[in-house]
Every structure is written in C-alpha cells, then in structure tokens.
C-alpha cells in the first residue's frame, strides 16, 4: 500500500493478491473446482 497526505490532499493505492484456492473440494482430485487467482487494486483520492 501506498500512501500521501498533505494539507488538504489524502492519496491511497492499495494492491492484493489471492492465488489458486480450493472452491470444491470432491472425492476424487481430478474434479476439484478451484477458484482462479486474481489482482485486486484500490484507490482513494481526496
């Protein structure tokens, strides 16, 4: 995370990662459902 603050100016840029996580988990391990890894980024400016 970043962050910036001055006098009237406040700036925030938050970045996150989630990896491959187990979404279904089923007997057998070739029919797992997994969940796909993904970014998230935030931003706040004021």
Same mark, same amino acid.
Do not use: C
């Given at each position: 995370?970043?962050?910036?603050? +001055?006098?009237?100016?406040?700036?925030?840029?938050?970045?996150?990662?989630? $990896?491959?996580?187990?979404?279904? =988990? +089923?007997?057998?391990?070739?029919?797992?459902?997994?969940?796909?890894?993904? $970014?998230?980024?935030?931003?706040? =400016? +004021?």
């Amino acid at each position: 995370m970043l962050f910036y603050g +001055r006098h009237r100016f406040f700036g925030r840029v938050a970045w996150s990662y989630t $990896d491959e996580a187990i979404k279904i =988990l +089923r007997s057998e391990i070739l029919n797992d459902r997994y969940r796909v890894p993904r $970014d998230q980024v935030d931003v706040q =400016l +004021r």
